[in-house]
Every structure is written in structure tokens, then in C-alpha cells.
């Protein structure tokens, strides 16, 4: 199927890397032109270099911290007026309810629910003045399932996710569509990490702790990039327009609930 979406442009956020390199290959293989960012560089040139030469489209990279105010500036200043915006960034830290403070629920705030929508309050208005966009924000099954463990993601994607409920429905009427993907476990550094902090914690290996965590899965095994970057290209496609506020699940059938 042609998605429908080829010379439109992405900013792309935290995409070295992960779900969000993962969506930025899907749209450069429907013949988007992106905007990619992350902190560190070298990986991050590594994927725009590899993504140009693979697919042939047009790569920006922007290295910087997306969740600061001069990283947010610079990649919107890179963005100009792209059609699509995938936002992402790294996951709060793991804990219990007894280790978070104030300092720790800002930072998860930041990071994970005030960077998107100042991302999206800066990129909407000229989506709806061209009258075509699309918002994916990449969240987690957490807002549906919280993980005890991960108090200050779930918390902060919350918000994000009643932020979303009210604002998509404002601007739906724009041709601007704004929508979440909720990954359950997927095979990235982020679950490589969360398996050596469990590991620590209980006493195991990290490859137990890998293998308990995936015997949660009914597919049986963790979710891919690759798989991720299909739906987000898809909720990016011209086909999607009539998305609007949802929340969609990628899980591998792990949130036992009807619906
Ligand atoms: P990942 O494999 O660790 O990749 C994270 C990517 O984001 C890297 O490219 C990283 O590059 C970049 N990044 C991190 N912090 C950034 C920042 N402040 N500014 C700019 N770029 C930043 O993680 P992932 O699994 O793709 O996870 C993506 C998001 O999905 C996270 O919020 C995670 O919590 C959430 N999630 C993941 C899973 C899962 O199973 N993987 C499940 C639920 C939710 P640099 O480090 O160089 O900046």
C-alpha cells in the first residue's frame, strides 16, 4: 500500500536509536524526508547516514537534548515546517515510590510530557495553516497498565495522554491528526537497561531477567523497531486521516483487557 506521504518532511525526536529510529526508517521508506535527533552524535550520524544511503531521502540531523529549551529550539529550527512530528525521548528511571521527589518528577515531566507539547503547540499551528499534519507522540503501555516499578513515566505520559484526548479533538477539524503509541516491551537498549536494574535488584542473571520479563508476553517474544516504525508510518499515511486521539497499543497481546 502507498501510504500516500512521499515528499512530505518529519521531524523525527530521539531517533538514533530504538522505537524512534525504528519509526524514522519506516517514514524514509515511504519516501519521507527527516529531521533526526539525539544527544550523542556519532550514532546519530551513523543512522542518518545509513537511512540517506538505504532509502535515498534527505537527512538533518540535530544532536542535542531534546528535553532542554535550547535542544527544543534548535530542533524546531532545523524542523521548519515539516508535516510530521514523532515525538520521543528517553524513559524516566526505574524506583520506588519512596525514592522520587519533586527534582524527580520534573525531570520525568520534562522529558516526557512538557517536550512534546511544547513541540506541539510550536509545530501545530503551521500544520493547520497548510492543512495536513500529523502528531505521533510515543508513550507506553504504562498509561494503560501503569508499571509500579516506572511511577515517574507513568505519571508523566498520563498527562501527555489527557493533554492529547482534549487537543486532537481541537484541531481535528484542521487535517491535523494527533494520535499516541503505546509500546509494550520491545527489543531496545531501554529494556536492556531495565533488565540489569531488575537483574541487580532480585539477584539473577540479566538474561533470566530477560527471559522472565518476555514469558509476560503472550506472542512470546519482544516487540521490534522495525514492527513500531510500520504503525507509525501508517498513523503518519495519508490513509490515517480519520485517526484521532487514540491510543494504540503495540504489546505482543501483554494488557490482558478486552479493550
Ligand atoms: P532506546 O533504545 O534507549 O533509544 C532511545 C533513543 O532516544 C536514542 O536514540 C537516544 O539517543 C535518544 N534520546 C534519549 N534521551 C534523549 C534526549 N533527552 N534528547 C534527545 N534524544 C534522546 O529507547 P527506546 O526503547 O527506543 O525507547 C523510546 C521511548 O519509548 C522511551 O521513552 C521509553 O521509555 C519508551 N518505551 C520503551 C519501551 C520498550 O520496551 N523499549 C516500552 C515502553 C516505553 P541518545 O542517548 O544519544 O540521546
Same mark, same amino acid.
Given at each position: 500500500m502507498d501510504l500516500g506521504i512521499r515528499g512530505r518532511r518529519a521531524l523525527i525526536c #530521539? $531517533? $538514533? %536509536? /530504538?522505537l524512534g529510529k525504528g519509526c524514522a526508517e519506516a517514514l524514509a521508506g515511504e519516501g519521507v524526508d527527516l529531521v533526526l535527533n539525539a544527544r550523542g552524535a556519532e550514532a546519530l550520524e551513523a543512522t542518518a547516514g545509513s537511512i540517506r544511503s538505504t532509502y535515498g531521502v534527505s537527512v538533518v540531523v540535530v544532536p542535542a537534548d531534546v528535553t532542554t529549551e535550547g535542544g527544543q529550539a534548535a530542533v524546531l529550527e532545523a524542523a521548519g515546517d515539516v508535516d510530521i512530528l514523532v515525538t520521543n525521548a528517553g524513559g524516566p528511571p526505574p524506583g520506588m515510590w $519512596? =525514592?522520587?521527589d519533586r527534582d524527580d518528577f520534573i525531570a520525568a515531566f520534562d522529558a516526557n510530557l512538557l517536550t512534546p507539547i511544547a513541540l506541539i503547540k510550536a509545530l501545530l499551528p503551521g500544520m493547520m495553516d497548510r492543512g495536513w499534519g500529523r502528531i505521533v507522540n510515543i508513550t507506553s503501555i504504562a498509561v494503560k497498565a501503569p508499571i509500579p516499578v516506572l511511577g515517574l513515566s507513568n505519571t508523566a505520559r498520563s498527562g501527555l495522554t489527557g493533554y492529547v484526548a482534549g487537543v486532537s479533538r481541537q484541531v481535528a477539524g484542521s487535517g491535523v491528526t494527533i494520535n499516541n503509541l503505546l509500546p509494550g516491551l520491545h527489543d531496545t537498549n531501554r529494556l536492556v537497561m531495565l533488565d540489569k536494574v531488575d537483574a541487580g535488584a532480585r539477584g539473577i542473571s540479566e538474561d533470566d531477567a530477560r527471559q522472565a520479563r518476555m514469558q509476560t508476553v503472550p506472542a512470546g517474544r519482544f516487540g521490534t523497531s522495525e514492527e513500531f516504525g510500520a504503525a507509525c508510518a501508517w498513523l503518519c499515511s =495519508? %490513509? #490515517?486521516?480519520?485517526?484521532? /486521539?487514540q491510543n494504540i497499543l503495540l504489546d505482543g497481546g501483554a494488557f490482558p483487557g478486552a479493550l
Open positions: #530521539a $531517533s $538514533s %536509536k /530504538g $519512596s =525514592d522520587w =495519508d %490513509k #490515517a486521516g480519520f485517526v484521532i /486521539g
